[in-house]
């Protein structure tokens, strides 16, 4: 069996609640599509929706790793004799 290390980060419920701005954001999102009939309107939000989330998605991945090596690298200790 291999080495490997384990590092784990503790997160707090409060981490992942949305802010008032992220609440209006979805209910105006919502009722604009909602209130459109046109199916191309719709194919396109969809399609615009799905390419924002992938991009947000890509930067808190990459922020995440970011974080994750700076705190690993401030939890690891180095001991040379």
């Given at each position: 069996?291999?080495?490997?290390?384990?590092?784990?980060?503790?997160?707090?419920?409060?981490?992942f609640?949305?802010?008032?701005?992220d609440?209006?954001?979805?209910?105006?999102?919502?009722?604009?599509?909602?209130?459109?009939?046109?199916?191309?309107?719709?194919?396109?939000?969809?399609?615009?929706?799905?390419?924002?989330?992938?991009?947000?998605?890509?930067?808190?991945?990459?922020?995440?790793?970011?974080?994750?090596?700076?705190?690993?690298?401030?939890?690891?200790t180095?001991?040379?004799?």
């Open positions: 069996m291999s080495n490997f290390e384990l590092i784990e980060f503790a997160f707090d419920p409060d981490d609640s949305l802010g008032l701005e609440e209006f954001q979805i209910t105006r999102l919502t009722k604009e599509i909602e209130s459109t009939e046109d199916v191309q309107s719709l194919q396109q939000a969809a399609v615009k929706l799905l390419t924002l989330a992938v991009h947000r998605q890509a930067i808190i991945r990459s922020l995440v790793r970011r974080l994750a090596n700076l705190e690993a690298g401030a939890i690891r180095l001991y040379t004799e």
